[in-house]
């Protein structure tokens, strides 16, 4: 069975621009999370989407938002780029609602300049 | 803020010796944690998890202990190997399943010497 699969693996952007990304879970998981980890702060919870919605939003703010398809590929999307929003940005996705076993894609290295 | 911190940034171990990567979490109420292992430029990896309702579980030859009188957290890997030098996390869940959000410690990075 295929992984978590990201795209891209690697972007560089400029301040003020807009980024969105990719993640497709494993088949048949229908929960999907996103995380930003950074060598500063480490691996921080931005949100995460089950059946489209979103259940659970870490404390980012409002330029960081995603969505969640009816085949359960998610998407995040960071407006307005700032340079520490340099990180590599992790997907992960479950197989239910109720599982707590999590597994994650290679993440996608995003550079703002 | 809040989190799960680990003792040691890096541990340095023999190949073939046995290594114990420790972690303190903040948290009374969290029911579940687990270990990853991230390699360089690749996602984090499940290692093993445990239940708050648990004290100890095996893998192969990955064991976790749980304390959850002094809130810490060992893992425990036995005769180490050059493919386990990585990045350790620890993480515990402070919800539900259905509320599940990963509060991560630090991490801690093993170097298996030859």
């Known amino acids: 069975k295929a992984g978590v699969t990201q795209t891209p693996r690697y972007l560089i952007k400029t301040r003020g621009q807009q980024v969105t990304l990719s993640c497709s879970p494993i088949?048949?998981?229908?929960?999907v999370s996103w995380y930003q980890q950074t060598p500063g702060q480490g691996l921080q919870f931005l949100f995460e989407?089950?059946?489209?919605?979103?259940?659970n939003k870490g404390n980012f703010p409002g330029r960081f938002s995603g969505r969640q398809f009816s085949n359960s590929r998610s998407e995040m999307n960071v407006s307005t780029l700032e340079l520490g929003d340099s990180a590599l940005y992790l997907c992960?996705?479950?197989?239910?609602?109720?599982?707590?076993?999590?597994?994650f894609g290679p993440g996608t290295r995003l550079t703002v300049t | 803020g809040e989190s799960v911190g680990l003792h040691l940034p890096t541990l340095s171990v023999q190949e073939g010796d046995n290594s114990i990567i420790n972690c303190a979490y903040s948290?009374?109420?969290?029911?579940?944690f687990i270990w990853y292992k991230q390699e360089s430029g690749k996602g984090p990896q499940f290692i093993i998890d445990?239940?708050?309702n648990m004290d100890k579980r095996q893998g192969q030859r990955v064991t976790v202990l749980l304390n959850k009188t002094v809130k810490h957290l060992s893992l425990q890997i036995a005769a180490t190997q050059p493919g386990d030098s990585a990045v350790y996390f620890c993480?515990?869940?402070?919800?539900?399943?259905?509320?599940?959000?990963?509060?991560w410690g630090a991490g801690t990075k093993l170097i298996i010497k030859p």
């Open positions: 992960a996705s479950r197989i239910s609602g109720v599982s707590y076993e999590q597994y």
């Open positions: 088949s048949g998981h229908r929960s």
């Open positions: 989407y089950f059946s489209e919605t979103q259940r």
């Open positions: 948290n009374s109420a969290s029911d579940y």
């Open positions: 445990i239940r708050s």
């Open positions: 993480a515990e869940n402070k919800g539900a399943s259905s509320n599940y959000q990963l509060i």
